[in-house]
């Protein structure tokens, strides 16, 4: 007799008895934190040479922001321009060495203007504003209020560039922040957007735009906003040689931001990139005295990019216990002696491995209530492989000269 028909039936059977079952439950597993990639004797660079690595790719950068070089970006060029031209009526005069200095001198001239706030009896406050209305620069760099309008965003003419700014995009409201941990009243207080834009035009022409949009949350004067985004970008729209975007979150599981930032002469490039996601819980944020903050795990990563030279840097630390950052703790003594957890990171320079670190980060044996020991440490130093711990690092016992 054929067995298929058993068979048939067995399999039948168990096919429909599996239907019955639920799922089984998989529970997640753990991560494993890999020890990353060892610095190799010959192909790494040198401990002692990175602070001349360093020197180097800043004269690089350096000159690539160089307004008067023949690489520098002629959209660039015309946003400078402008810039002096639009501003040049304002208390501040710009002052440009560099596009990096920018935002500063904005900052300052758009926030310029402040007024004592009535209404708070005996206390004495300091508001300031944002600009409104419209306004035009002369020739001799004299400012003229030629409208009350806009009320919700500035305006700033010259003869042939516009700076507009809207502070309440879509119909979003400001918020006064203050230096006492409220929005209500204090000794100072500064009015910020919480979906603002700004547009640079030269003709109709744009030459430079940024966009940012906040959620403030009640503890923006001690801790920072729940949120935070910001993009921006200089010369042209397309391709923009100097552009940013940055991103902030302070959620109830952690706080996480990042940035990059790109900036394009003719011939060269360059660009930044940092990543941070610190898991945690966070106790009496709006409350100084009290406040806590719990980390358990955390991911941090940079990125520099210049010619020539390319770093870069990673960081994971996993099961992070007995760490607390409070007034209280950090004030105690060896507040870090009891920490455990275990430590993976690395860095690469010209992609190769430059140094690396991966252990425990509990105290070991010697109980000498300085974590680290356990955690090893790897480099290239004079042409020898150096493995020593990160305990002896930070204290100093190890010569890295």
Same mark, same amino acid.
């Given at each position: 007799?054929?067995?298929?028909?058993s068979?048939?039936?067995l399999?039948g059977?168990s096919?429909?008895?599996?239907a019955?079952?639920?799922?089984?439950?998989v529970e997640p597993?753990p991560e494993?934190?890999?020890?990353?990639?060892v610095?190799?004797?010959g192909?790494?660079?040198e401990?002692?040479?990175?602070?001349m690595v360093a020197d180097q790719?800043?004269?690089?950068?350096?000159?690539?922001?160089?307004p008067s070089?023949?690489d520098?970006?002629?959209?660039?060029?015309?946003?400078?321009?402008?810039?002096?031209?639009v501003m040049s009526?304002?208390?501040?005069p710009l002052r440009?060495?560099?596009?990096?200095q920018?935002?500063?001198?904005?900052k300052?001239m @758009?926030?310029?203007?402040?007024?004592? &706030?009535?209404?708070?009896g005996a206390l004495?406050?300091t508001t $300031?504003l /944002?600009p +409104?209305?419209t306004?035009?620069?002369?020739?001799?760099?004299?400012l003229?209020?030629?409208?009350a309008?806009?009320?919700d965003?500035?305006?700033l003419m010259s003869?042939?560039?516009?700076l507009?700014a809207?502070?309440?995009?879509?119909?979003?409201k400001?918020v006064l922040?203050?230096g006492?941990?409220?929005?209500?009243?204090?000794a100072?207080?500064?009015?910020v957007?919480t979906?603002?834009r700004v547009?640079?035009t030269?003709?109709?022409?744009k030459?430079?735009?940024?966009?940012m949009?906040?959620t403030p949350?009640?503890?923006?004067s001690i801790t920072?906003p729940?949120?935070?985004t910001l993009?921006a970008?200089?010369g042209?729209e397309?391709n923009?040689p100097?552009? @940013?975007?940055?991103?902030h979150?302070w &959620?109830a599981?952690?706080?996480?931001?990042?940035a990059?930032? $790109?900036? /394009?002469? +003719?011939?060269?490039?360059a660009?930044?990139s940092?990543k941070?996601?610190?898991g945690?819980s966070t106790a009496?944020?709006c409350?100084p005295?009290?406040f806590?903050?719990?980390p358990?795990?955390?991911?941090m990563?940079?990125?520099?990019?210049?010619p020539n030279?390319t770093a870069s840097a990673?960081l994971?630390?996993?099961d992070?216990t007995?760490?607390?950052?409070?007034?209280?703790e950090?004030k105690?003594?060896?507040w870090?002696?009891?920490?455990?957890?275990?430590?993976s990171?690395?860095?690469?320079?010209?992609?190769?491995a430059?140094m690396?670190?991966f252990?425990?980060l509990a105290?070991g044996?010697?109980a000498?209530?300085?974590p680290g020991?356990?955690?090893?440490v790897?480099f290239?130093?004079?042409?020898?492989?150096?493995?020593?711990?990160l305990?002896?690092?930070?204290?100093?016992?190890?010569a890295?000269?």
């Amino acid at each position: 007799m054929s067995k298929l028909p058993s068979l048939a039936v067995l399999l039948g059977l168990s096919l429909t008895l599996s239907a019955c079952r639920p799922d089984p439950i998989v529970e997640p597993q753990p991560e494993v934190l890999t020890q990353p990639a060892v610095p190799v004797v010959g192909q790494a660079t040198e401990l002692q040479n990175l602070p001349m690595v360093a020197d180097q790719a800043a004269r690089t950068f350096s000159d690539m922001l160089n307004p008067s070089s023949t690489d520098f970006d002629p959209d660039l060029t015309a946003v400078l321009q402008t810039f002096g031209g639009v501003m040049s009526g304002m208390n501040q005069p710009l002052r440009m060495q560099s596009p990096a200095q920018l935002g500063q001198q904005i900052k300052g001239m @758009l926030t310029a203007r402040s007024r004592p &706030a009535s209404g708070l009896g005996a206390l004495t406050t300091t508001t $300031t504003l /944002l600009p +409104r209305g419209t306004w035009v620069a002369g020739a001799q760099g004299q400012l003229t209020q030629t409208s009350a309008q806009p009320t919700d965003g500035y305006i700033l003419m010259s003869s042939t560039t516009a700076l507009t700014a809207e502070w309440e995009v879509g119909g979003s409201k400001t918020v006064l922040i203050d230096g006492d941990g409220n929005l209500t009243s204090a000794a100072m207080r500064v009015e910020v957007p919480t979906n603002a834009r700004v547009i640079l035009t030269k003709g109709t022409v744009k030459r430079a735009a940024a966009q940012m949009t906040m959620t403030p949350g009640a503890c923006v004067s001690i801790t920072g906003p729940d949120a935070l985004t910001l993009t921006a970008w200089a010369g042209r729209e397309s391709n923009s040689p100097a552009q @940013l975007k940055f991103s902030h979150m302070w &959620a109830a599981t952690g706080v996480t931001t990042s940035a990059e930032a $790109t900036y /394009l002469t +003719r011939t060269r490039s360059a660009s930044a990139s940092i990543k941070s996601s610190i898991g945690g819980s966070t106790a009496n944020r709006c409350t100084p005295s009290t406040f806590a903050f719990t980390p358990t795990r955390a991911d941090m990563s940079a990125s520099i990019n210049v010619p020539n030279n390319t770093a870069s840097a990673d960081l994971k630390l996993r099961d992070l216990t007995n760490v607390v950052f409070s007034d209280t703790e950090l004030k105690a003594r060896n507040w870090f002696s009891k920490v455990t957890g275990t430590l993976s990171a690395s860095a690469q320079h010209n992609g190769k491995a430059v140094m690396s670190a991966f252990g425990p980060l509990a105290d070991g044996a010697d109980a000498d209530l300085l974590p680290g020991d356990q955690a090893n440490v790897q480099f290239v130093l004079r042409g020898k492989l150096i493995v020593t711990n990160l305990q002896a690092l930070l204290e100093g016992k190890v010569a890295l000269n």
